[in-house]
């Protein structure tokens, strides 16, 4: 099983979102739940199947701390840590 665990950084391998960049923010039996802070927000976020995740080893520490703790993690954090994260890895 892939080591993906809350506030990992994945890329999706499948469907129409193939080739973006996710935080994960919830991990479930087989599924992970996916945001990245504009198409899909931190309130409806994307249920995956982990198998359909690439995991780029990354973990984004101050929002996984944030989830685990259950304090609030707004879109513009996530989406902002994402377009450094893809910044730094061009």
Do not use: W
């Amino acid at each position: 099983m892939k080591n993906i665990v809350t506030g990992s950084v994945v890329m999706s391998t499948q469907g129409r979102d193939k080739d973006m960049y996710f935080v994960v923010v919830g991990v479930g039996d087989g599924v992970v739940y996916l945001a990245d802070g504009g198409m899909r927000r931190l309130a409806s976020p994307k249920k995956k199947n982990i198998k359909h995740v690439s995991d780029s080893g990354t973990v984004l520490e101050t929002i996984a701390q944030k989830l685990t703790e259950g304090r609030k993690v707004f879109d513009s954090e996530v989406k902002s840590a994402l377009r450094q994260f893809c910044q730094q890895n061009q």
